[in-house]
């Protein structure tokens, strides 16, 4: 089976083609870069930037994929979570080319797609794992049970991960998206030099916050002053990854061992973060669990993990109708 794939439910817009549900033929991403200037995104926007970009790439992914609309054998599409603006591009666009061709549409849940990155990254990666998808939306942990059944654990009560990444960066003057730049700063620093709190980490819960350590930061970078800033950036860089970093790692070890599960899978943006893989890899070994995480282009959003998730549920006989919507809160739950 080969299905088109199309992701726009940020400032990302992706086409598609997998075959199987693990062979990506074509994935084709295109970031926004417009939004570096306001230090984060503007959903107008983005969604205005969906609307140009996403008909070109379609044309590019049909052209370098050799193929026809034709020889495809359904849609999938991201229905949510996400922006309303942009999702609706995507949404309108997959329904747009099923009228025409008649070929079966589904709508895909975005946080799904994250999950499936694994299975296209690793083709040897099976359920029951504990997936920890973070992004610069979410941040959560799951029990995936099975192919298309999560069991939600915890996830963030304010901001996720990946916020705290682009927040922190746009306060050190160091710009959008911060992940990736705090990221490699902080590969040059020292993770002890200043100790910022670890929300819940004592705790035996799921659950995460990251708000009051972006408040530590806040206070912290007041109280020194930009020189202080200044010279010692690398490890303020350092320590607040060590903060983020060691509840991750701590929350999903914790899942895996009480689960008796041993896999752990990192999903989303933030699955990008040299410092947690290491981490997580570290300490992982030592209970004998294994990690997997997806090259740096399936971290980030992309369209071959929504056509690789609708795949699946295409196999399964799933479908949807032209009522089919876009939800900007949609959650992972349940079995299907
Ligand atoms: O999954 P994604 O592309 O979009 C959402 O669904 O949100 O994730 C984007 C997020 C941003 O917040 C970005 O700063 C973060 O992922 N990110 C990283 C790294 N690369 C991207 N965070 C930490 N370390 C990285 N290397
Ligand atoms: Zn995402």
């Known amino acids: 089976m080969r299905i088109l794939g199309i992701e726009t439910s940020c400032d ?9 549900m693990k062979k990506t033929r074509v ?6 870069v417009d939004h570096a200037r306001f230090g984060g995104i503007v959903p107008e926007i983005a969604s205005r930037q969906q609307l140009k970009k996403l008909p070109l790439l379609y044309i590019q992914a049909l052209n370098e994929s050799g193929l026809e609309l034709k020889d495809m054998d359904g849609i999938a599409v991201t229905m949510g979570p996400g922006l309303v603006g942009s999702l609706l591009v995507g949404v309108n666009f997959a329904k747009a080319l099923s009228y025409s061709c008649g070929l079966p549409l589904l709508g895909i849940n975005h946080l799904e797609g994250h999950v499936f990155s694994n299975y296209l990254a690793s083709p040897q990666l099976e359920p029951p794992f504990v997936a920890l998808i973070v992004s610069g939306g979410h941040t959560i ?4 049970c099975d192919y298309l059944d999560y069991q939600i654990l915890g996830q963030t009560r304010d901001d996720a991960a990946g916020e705290a990444y682009d927040k922190v960066s746009k306060l050190l003057g160091l ?4 992940g990736k730049i705090i990221d490699d700063l902080a590969g040059k620093g020292n993770p002890n030099f200043h100790k910022f709190p670890r929300a819940f980490l004592k705790d035996i819960s799921y659950e995460f916050s990251f708000s009051g350590l972006k408040t530590a930061v806040v206070l912290y970078v007041k109280e020194k002053g930009p020189e202080f800033v200044k010279n010692n950036l690398f490890d303020i860089c350092a320590s607040f990854q060590e903060a983020v970093v060691d509840v991750l790692v701590s929350k999903a070890m914790l899942a895996a061992r009480s689960l008796e599960i041993n896999k752990i899978v990192l999903a989303g943006g933030v699955a ?37 998730a609708g795949h699946k549920r295409f196999e ?11 939800y900007p ?7 299907n």
């Open 27 to 32: 994935n084709l991403v295109y970031s926004q």
């Open 316 to 326: 399964k006989g799933q479908r949807s109708d032209f009522n089919l919507n876009a």
């Open 329 to 335: 809160y949609l959650p992972l739950s349940g079995s």
């Open 12 to 20: 990302e817009t992706s086409v598609a083609v997998v075959e199987g």
């Open 175 to 178: 710009g959008y998206p911060g």
């Open 141 to 144: 942990l799951v029990h995936v």
């Open 272 to 308: 990008a973060n040299s410092r947690l893989r290491e981490k997580l890899i570290f300490k992982a070994e030592k209970k004998k669990i294994e990690v997997f995480y997806p090259p740096p282009i399936l971290c980030t959003d992309n369209a071959a993990m929504i056509a690789s």
